[in-house]
């Protein structure tokens, strides 16, 4: 496999190659979802989501397939917490998970990333539809109600759990929501990572009929084409108060 120089300085500021990292993708072996999910809500208490999902699955891979796994810092994905640096954007539960997903199944030509893509969509659509989470660690810290999120975006996904819930954003309980949460979608990547690897993959998750339906005038395409997308809709763009044509 073609492979890049990762390259270091010395005490005395040459560079030397000291190591090859090969090029996407990389190898994977069958995991265990189980023993994924708890190293990543282990790992959450740790880096938080982002660096939980991502260490889950790649933890994982570090003991079962060992290099190239052995020289990526999982440290990196620390930045994706609270929705990236806090700032509730795209769940860091779901950009560690993609990450993994992507550097076992990706790559540059148009074939192999759709492929990838395929996947990573799924995942976020089974996120925004499924009430979650619906992975109890073995040892939690607290029982948790699961939500639909209907959104891949932290904001959304916290805002409507502590609706559900009725517990506070910044309370002992959501970290602890958000700590289970990481371990269910890490679980559920490996889950889609081992179907893959099978043979078997599908997609369980299709677009809701609305949100086929928005997009037949504003995606590619439509009579408007002034969006893109794959999300819920309605979960921004309209309530009871507006009515759409």
């Given at each position: 496999m073609v492979g890049k120089a990762l390259f270091a300085q010395n005490a005395s500021s040459k560079t030397q190659e000291v190591e090859k990292v090969p090029e996407l993708p990389w190898p994977y072996k069958k995991l265990d979802p189980v023993a994924v999910a708890e190293r990543a809500y282990a790992a959450f208490w740790k880096g938080a989501c982002c660096y939980g999902a991502f260490e889950g699955i790649i933890g994982e891979l570090r003991g079962k397939v060992g290099y190239p796994y052995t020289v990526f810092p999982s440290e990196l994905f620390v930045f994706g917490e609270g929705g990236v640096a806090g700032t509730s954007n795209l769940c860091g539960a779901l950009n560690g998970a993609v990450a993994v997903i992507f550097i076992v199944t990706g790559g540059l030509e148009t074939e192999i990333r759709e492929k990838a893509f395929k996947i990573i969509q799924e995942l976020f659509q089974f996120y925004e539809q499924e009430p979650l989470p619906k992975y109890r660690p073995e040892n939690p810290k607290y029982e948790i109600k699961p939500s639909i999120a209907r959104s891949s975006l932290c904001h959304i996904s916290v805002s409507r759990w502590c609706k559900e819930s009725g517990f506070k954003a910044f309370s002992?309980?959501?970290?602890?929501r958000c700590g289970w949460l990481t371990a269910c979608?890490?679980?559920y990547a490996a889950e889609l990572l081992n179907q893959n690897l099978e043979g078997t993959f599908n997609v369980p998750?299709?677009?809701p009929a609305d949100v086929q339906s928005c997009r037949q005038c504003h995606d590619k395409g439509g009579?408007?084409?002034n969006s893109r997308g794959l999300m819920d809709c309605n979960i921004c763009h309209f309530t009871g108060k507006v009515k759409h044509p």
């Open positions: 002992p309980q959501r970290k602890e979608v890490a679980k998750h299709p677009l009579m408007l084409e």
